[in-house]
């Protein structure tokens, strides 16, 4: 069964740091790419970026520079490190599984399975 929880939300300062967890099943960890994305009310889902399985990462330009993914093999997890936080950072955070069929990782609809969201709050 493919599974993706998340983890690592919660109410920050601007300019703070927060890490966000994604940890997958072990089929899930080795044979998809994780990407993220996120929702503010609102709003339609935006894509951050993506971390593929052989390392390769990809960042929105709105998110360049100031977020990092990363992935622990050992715990089947992906990291999403968010430093220099604004407040129109503020969304709901997902991270999501992609195969690749489709080409456009940058398509909410052409990922298979979604983590549960995790909430992301940036105060002035």
């Known amino acids: 069964q493919v599974q993706l929880v998340e983890s690592g939300g919660g109410l920050v300062q601007a300019g703070g740091s927060l890490r966000l967890s994604c940890a997958a099943s072990?089929?899930?960890?080795?044979?998809?790419?994780i990407g993220w994305f996120r929702q503010a009310p609102g709003k339609e889902r935006e894509f951050i970026g993506i971390?593929?399985?052989?390392?390769?990462?990809y960042y929105a330009d709105s998110v360049k520079g100031r977020f990092t993914f990363s992935r622990d093999t050992a715990k089947n997890t992906v990291y999403l490190q968010m430093n220099s936080l604004r407040p129109e950072d503020t969304a709901v955070y997902y991270c999501?599984?992609?195969?690749?069929?489709?080409?456009?990782?940058?398509?909410?609809?052409?990922?298979?399975?979604w983590g549960q969201g995790t909430q992301v709050t940036v105060s002035s």
């Open positions: 072990r089929r899930t960890f080795s044979n998809s790419a």
């Open positions: 971390n593929w399985s052989d390392g390769r990462t």
């Open positions: 999501a599984a992609y195969n690749g069929y489709t080409g456009r990782y940058w398509i909410s609809g052409d990922y298979d399975y």
